[in-house]
């Protein structure tokens, strides 16, 4: 069984930085995949950045290339989002989630977090 726990979310200042954990609890296999995602409310959920968990290969969504990134603790079983030079409409749950497809598509992550809350003031 596979449980994962986001942490790190908080009050930021815009143009801050806040670092995000996401930390997987059982066997955590090479293949596997990690990501996350972000939601406002009466927005979907959006797609953030993924990590292959075996050889950290990484994608990001093209609104977050150059300020998110995206990496991984094997030894801890912990993946990271470091965010950098927040803004407003960075505000959002983020949940980290795990699957077997390189996938920007949420269906295809089967384990969920249940998400950590950041907020952006201006």
């Known amino acids: 069984q596979v449980a994962l726990v986001e942490s790190g979310g908080r009050l930021v200042q815009a143009g801050g930085s806040l670092r995000l954990s996401c930390a997987a609890s059982g066997r955590t296999f090479s293949s596997a995949v990690m990501a996350w995602f972000r939601q406002t409310p009466g927005k979907e959920s959006e797609f953030v950045a993924l990590?292959?968990?075996?050889?950290?290969?990484?994608n990001y969504a093209d609104s977050f290339k150059g300020r998110f990134t995206i990496s991984r603790d094997k030894a801890e079983n912990t993946m990271y989002l470091q965010m950098n030079n927040l803004k407003p409409e960075d505000a959002a749950v983020y949940s980290c989630?795990?699957?077997?497809?390189?996938?920007?598509?949420?269906?295809?992550?089967?384990?969920w977090g249940q998400g950590t809350q950041v907020t952006v003031s201006s």
């Open positions: 989630a795990k699957g077997r497809q390189f996938s920007h598509y949420r269906g295809e992550y089967d384990y």
């Open positions: 990590i292959r968990w075996g050889t950290g290969a990484t």
